[in-house]
């Protein structure tokens, strides 16, 4: 009886309706038929997502899922504009707790981290494109309440140069503490803390960046976290030699739009990590890239997942169906002619054919999946860009089905 408790306390909590989806989108689905390529051929509705709304009033393109109060629960953190601000919403009931206000605007990315390394999330975010411009949020725990948003600390770990576009926290050098990985429309940089609180900028000179995208994984499997830009791969040499920029080897991939979404993930479950991209502002095929017979130093070899995707702002992977095998999530923006939620079945397991699921037709920027009733099974949390709400959860009812 557990899950229908969560489910009426979502309702209750939250003081609105639940929106069942009834997956009435033929000429969608239409519409991805001629849209083609891998994931073309056909449409299914393989699983039964709830759509909640979580806050009607807000919006914002920073979109994160963390424990924030230590419960063992996800919360939810949105940030946005100077109207919509820094808030974090508690688990179950998501009552909101406004952290901070933007000097311009919290934008385009944020990431949930243990900044400070004394057991909680903290909020690392960017605030529009003046000096000191990349913060961090101390979470006042573990003395004090994150549902009191006044003692939530604001830090400043340096200038991005620019809007900050993207955030991807880890400890690139290996001592220990946290560093903060970002990138402007013209650089890519890594924020390493030197002590803690301290932060040494190091730019890198990596050629053709695009305008925006940026992701972090183990490209080569040894251990170390990489960094992937646009239409390449950058190889961390470890320890100290992290810190040089220079010291970092930059691969080619192969093509991706300058405006990019790019995840590491092992979606084929061959036990090597891939790469996909698809594009954030513009219309780009999702391409999942796999190593080829040189290692990831060599060519890499293109799988077209879907073709012609326009304004692909949110990228992510995870077992939506729970068949065991890693499938897709591509959402796109409300700007996008058709502003389609999609979820890309990994129909054969190893990513070789690809079925689609529309979710929704409500546009989504930055979605984040994770399992957020705690029932097993991936959820969608997200929003249109800021200005744009409501904050809403796809809340997956595969659990329901049996
Ligand atoms: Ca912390
Ligand atoms: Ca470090
Ligand atoms: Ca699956
Ligand atoms: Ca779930």
Redesign the pocket.
């Known amino acids: 009886m557990t899950r229908p408790g969560i489910r009426l306390l979502l309702a209750i909590g939250l003081g609105l309706p639940v929106v069942a989806m009834a997956f009435a989108y033929p000429s969608l689905r239409d519409g991805l038929r001629g849209a083609g390529g891998g994931a073309g051929a056909g449409t299914v509705e393989a699983v039964p997502f709830e759509r909640v709304v979580v806050d009607d009033g807000m919006a914002g393109d920073v979109k994160l899922v963390g424990d924030i109060d230590g419960d063992g629960h996800k919360d939810l953190v949105v940030g946005g504009g100077s109207a919509e601000k820094l808030a974090w919403y508690r688990h179950p009931d998501w009552s909101r707790t406004t952290v901070a206000t933007p000097t311009v605007e919290f934008t385009t990315d944020g990431s949930i981290a243990d900044v400070d390394a004394d057991g909680d999330l903290d909020i690392v975010v960017p605030d529009g494109d003046g000096p000191d411009n990349l913060l961090w949020f101390e979470n006042p725990r573990p003395g004090g309440d994150p549902a009191d948003g006044a003692s939530w600390r604001r830090w400043v770990i340096g200038s991005v140069g620019g809007w900050g576009k993207d955030v991807h926290p880890a400890d690139y050098d290996g001592d220990g503490r946290l560093d903060i990985a970002t990138r402007s429309h013209h650089a890519l940089m890594i924020f390493f803390q030197t002590a803690p609180g301290d932060w040494e900028r190091v730019e890198f000179p990596h050629g053709d960046l695009g305008n925006e995208g940026l992701a972090h994984g183990d490209v080569d499997g040894d251990g170390l976290v990489d960094l992937v830009v646009r239409g390449a791969w950058i190889r961390n040499p470890g320890a100290a030699a992290a810190r040089d920029g220079g010291a970092w080897v930059r691969y080619p991939i192969g093509e991706a739009d300058a405006d990019f979404k790019a995840l590491v993930a092992d979606v084929d479950g061959d036990g090597r990590a891939e790469v996909i991209f698809a594009s954030s502002e513009n219309t780009a095929d999702v391409d999942r890239w796999t190593v080829g017979d040189e290692g990831p130093a060599g060519p890499w070899v293109k799988h077209t997942v879907m073709a012609g995707l326009e304004r692909g702002h949110t990228l992510q992977a995870g077992?939506?169906?729970l068949?065991?095998?890693?499938?897709l999530v591509v959402a796109q923006m409300h700007t996008a002619a058709t502003p389609r939620i999609l979820v890309l079945?990994?129909a054969d397991g190893r990513a070789g054919r690809w079925l689609v699921q529309v979710v929704g037709a409500e546009g989504l920027h930055n979605g984040v999946v994770a399992d957020m009733d705690e029932d097993g099974d991936l959820d969608i949390f997200g929003a249109n860009w800021t200005g744009h709400p409501p904050v809403r959860l796809w809340i997956n009812r595969l659990d329901e089905r049996t």
């Open positions: 077992d939506m169906d068949d065991g095998d890693t499938d079945l990994n």
